[in-house]
């Protein structure tokens, strides 16, 4: 079955370091991958998208995601954290058939100061 | 308006009654999804719509779910002899188009948590 797997339920980093948020996908395709952030009480928000035009994707507010075959990866990077990036995060793909997303279990980040 | 709508924004319900939720999508947004949120999960996909059709209902529970976009633009969640493990936040997400355009976003609502007592 299509999923994507995010392997720390939670992270927690000081403002200013680096975050990384791991993901694992599981197909024999490449498929589309996104990340989406929500804040408490606030609407999934997407942060950035793969769709095989380049590996490495630029997002929203400093983050970025690079796409690796091999490993079948998807981790979501940031160089310096701040206060306002702790949210929930989720690591998202698109189904094969009708554009439904399929969410992993999402990892929660603290940042503090 | 600018983004997805959803009302009410919190509903509270007892075991066995009948519940709506409503979902108003981005203007011109012929996709409309509905999703499920449990409590420290992600979210489930319950149903997509391309215009008024039903395109994919294959993630609602059960029958007591049921949803309908008559015109093609709100969208209303239905939910019969409600239980308290309905117990969720709904949300709704819209796209600009669905079949093989695989690079569109879908946009979320703020969602509605529904509580069953």
């Known amino acids: 079955a299509q999923s994507v797997t995010q392997l720390d339920s939670h992270v927690s980093v000081s403002e200013g370091t680096p975050v990384l948020l791991r993901c694992n996908y599981s197909s024999s395709y490449s498929p589309s991958l996104f990340w989406y952030v929500q804040h408490p009480n606030k609407g999934l928000q997407l942060l950035l998208k793969y769709t095989s035009a380049a590996t490495l994707v630029k997002g929203i507010n400093g983050f970025e995601a690079e796409f690796k075959k091999s490993e079948t990866s998807f981790h979501l990077t940031k160089p310096s954290a701040h206060m306002s990036d702790a949210a929930e995060y989720f690591c998202v793909r698109l189904s094969g058939g009708y554009n439904k997303l399929i969410f992993g279990a999402g990892t929660r980040l603290a940042v503090h100061p | 308006g600018a983004g997805v709508s959803q009302t009410p924004s919190n509903k509270v319900t007892e075991k066995g009654k009948y519940v709506e939720l409503r979902c108003d999508p981005i203007s011109g947004h012929t996709a409309l999804y509905w999703y499920r949120q449990s409590l420290g999960q992600g979210p489930e996909f319950l149903i997509y719509f391309q215009g008024t059709g039903a395109a994919d209902d294959s993630g609602l529970p059960n029958d007591r779910f049921f949803a309908v976009r008559p015109e093609g633009s709100v969208s209303t969640l239905k939910i019969q002899r409600t239980e308290r493990g309905d117990s969720a936040v709904y949300l709704c997400?819209?796209?600009?188009?669905?079949?093989?355009?695989?690079?569109?976003?879908?946009?979320f609502g703020p969602g509605t948590r529904l509580t069953v007592l």
């Open positions: 997400a819209s796209s600009r188009t669905f079949w093989g355009d695989d690079t569109d976003t879908q946009y």
